[in-house]
């Protein structure tokens, strides 16, 4: 065991990361009220790109959207002139939410509470009572509305999603994902999107132990008994993890092409309960699917550090991000897309395919609870405990051929370990 | 706009006899859940039958993607065959509410109903929470021997679940 501390703003948190290194984690980063505090400040607030909203959100001038950053209230705006920006929902004057609501259109925005206006920009523009009623009260003569503002965050449009980050220090985002990640963004967002739905999950665990699971290329056949049965996603298939070629490599793809199917001997052999259902449908209709790309990618699933995941599986496309809700609730959003373009029978192809996805997914309901059960598992452990991950060896590195790997795993804990500070 | 939403449309009036063997079938139909009898559920609707879960923020933005969407009685049989065989979860249960409906015949063969519930979802360590509160948008075929769903939208008010959503609302 290695001594490795860190500091945080909130106190100290003594955490020991084992020496293995990032093939282990120590179950206190589940639970840990202070490491949550300092995950606010150093990945929340820190040098990463957040997904903010979709560009579709504020599509007109006047348009805002409300959201989170972590635990930060955010606004995402759309100004006269076209421009996107982003600010803390965090009135100037003593704190209240400036917009309430989830979205609207506003030529200003303006805090109910004492009128304090700003701009679509965040800029102090005026405040009631400003010179007082009948010559009493009043703000001070040194009172400049320039020196007040809501706080601005750094945005950056790409491939159809407003990110955001605190931090100055933050690379452009095509650096920060590196181009193999941008590649697949651009294949699968960079024409005009229409939204087709949208809901949210409250699950009952951990934020990491979600970031975990989409990484997870380990449990998708296993767990997740409905989609293998029905030959969407063997392992046998043509795929991979590809880790991205940036300056921080904790973003991955996991992928897989469409391929003649084969009985893995390993399925048998493990004797695993995925092979129980009947690979019948009486309704078929659920997965009648066309090929969209001609790059015979059938499951394209890509996460990028921290939290946002975007899935392009059969032709269902998702964006799903997650917001922390304490240390132990975490909000999973669920954003279906289409094109604009689209047909009618392409849309309803997609509208029948979200029933694999999301709250009520066949394919994906276990994750409701799966982290939940990890979140309990852990309840009780000392400081010594850890999870053990070497499937696929214990470092970071794509793995072409195959997904029985916890590769994307590791690769998520080296860039939290580096962002956190911890050893 | 659901036929039976048409402000317009003329009303026809439901007899005392109708009004009661529609309101046993939408009560039957719940109970059917709450008594997981889900194989036996799947037959109250009609072959072709869409059911659909929704959310009001989805329903009035014009959205056609809410939580789940089954176009005919074999998706709704898919859903239960993966239910029993295939899904993992927590085992737990359901408790229906249901509000007095708002019947409209809308066709001689044919009634719309409009019925809010809720639900009390009770894990096995037995907490209960209310899981859903919503409405049924129904249409409801009667020429037979008796009642089928030919349509149900279930419009959740909130669009955020709890967990996960496998049995059907
Ligand atoms: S808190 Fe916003 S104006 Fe006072
Ligand atoms: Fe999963």
């Given at each position: ?12 948190a ?16 589940f639970?840990?009220p ?51 920006h982003?600010?803390?929902n965090?009135c ?29 920009e ?6 009631a ?49 590196g ?12 024409r ?23 990484r ?60 129980n ?13 066309w090929?969209?790309f ?38 999973l ?12 029978d392409e849309?309803?192809?997609?509208v029948?395919?979200?029933?694999l ?22 309840r ?15 470092t ?11 590769v994307?795993i ?14 | ?12 009036p ?26 036996a559920w ?17 329903e009035?933005a014009?959205?056609p ?65 209310l ?5 049924y ?33």
């Open positions: 065991m290695s001594t490795d501390t860190a500091q945080t703003s909130a106190g100290t003594p955490i020991s990361w084992p020496e293995e290194g990032v093939s282990r984690v120590p179950y206190q980063l639970s840990d202070q490491i949550y505090a300092m995950e606010q400040e150093r990945i929340f607030r820190g040098p990463v790109w957040h997904f903010l909203c979709l560009e579709l959100e504020v599509a007109n001038p006047g348009d805002y959207r409300t959201g989170f950053v972590g635990e930060t209230p955010i606004i995402v705006t759309r100004n006269r002139t076209g421009d996107i982003a600010m803390v965090r100037a004057h003593k704190g209240a939410l400036v917009c309430h609501k989830e979205r609207g259109n506003a030529k200003t925005l303006s805090c109910v509470y004492h009128s304090w206006t700003y701009d679509l965040g800029r102090l523009m005026g405040l009572f400003r010179d007082g009623l009948k010559g009493k009260g009043g703000m001070p003569k040194t009172f400049r509305t320039s020196d007040h503002r809501l706080q601005p965050i750094r945005t950056e449009v790409y491939a159809g999603i407003v990110f955001g980050t605190f931090h100055a220090d933050t690379p452009d985002v095509e650096t920060f994902f181009p193999a990640m941008c590649r697949i963004l651009q294949r699968n967002l960079s005009p999107l229409r939204l087709l739905g949208y809901h949210s999950q409250m699950i009952h665990n951990n934020w990491k132990l979600y970031a975990e699971n989409v997870d290329s380990y449990h998708a056949t296993l767990l997740h008994t409905f989609y293998t049965t029905f030959r969407i996603n063997r392992l046998d298939m043509d795929g991979g993890i590809r880790i991205a070629d940036a300056p921080q490599p904790w973003h991955h793809l996991s992928f897989a092409r469409r391929a003649t199917f084969e009985a893995a001997e390993e399925y048998t052999a493990a004797e695993v309960h995925s092979a259902y009947e690979s019948r449908l009486n309704g078929p209709e659920l997965l009648e699917t090929e969209e001609d790059d015979g990618i059938t499951h394209a699933i890509q996460a990028l550090f921290p939290t946002l995941t975007i899935q392009f599986t059969l032709n269902s496309l998702a964006v799903r991000w997650f917001t922390p809700r304490g240390v132990d609730r975490t909000e959003f669920w954003m279906y897309l289409g094109y604009a373009d689209d047909e009618d849309q309803q192809m997609r029948m395919q979200a029933n996805t999301g709250a009520a997914g066949l394919v994906s309901l276990e994750d409701g609870c799966i982290n939940e059960f990890v979140q309990r598992g852990t009780g452990s000392t400081p010594g405990d850890r999870a053990f991950m070497e499937m696929g060896g214990t970071v590195e794509s793995s072409e051929g195959s997904r029985a790997t916890e994307a590791r690769g998520f804990w080296q860039g939290y370990r580096e962002i956190m500070g911890l050893g | 706009m659901a036929e039976q939403d048409n402000p317009d449309r003329e009303e026809l439901v007899d005392p006899a109708l009004r009661a063997r529609i309101c046993d079938f939408l009560l039957d139909v719940a109970h059917a859940i709450d008594d997981d009898r889900l194989e799947a037959q109250f609707f009609t072959e072709q039958a869409t059911y659909r879960i929704t959310t009001r923020e989805s009035e014009g959205m993607i809410g939580i789940m969407a089954c176009a005919s009685r074999g998706m709704l049989e898919d859903r239960i065959k993966a239910l029993r065989t295939a899904n993992i979860f927590e085992p737990h249960t359901y408790c229906h509410l249901l509000g007095p409906s708002r019947l409209r015949l809308v066709a001689p063969d044919l009634v719309a109903a409009r019925t809010n519930f809720s639900v009390i979802r009770t894990m096995q360590n037995g907490e209960s929470i899981f859903a509160a919503g409405r948008q129904d249409e409801i075929v009667t020429g037979r021997e008796r009642p089928l769903l030919r349509s149900r939208t279930v419009v959740l008010e909130s669009r955020r679940i709890d967990v996960l959503l496998v049995i059907p609302i």
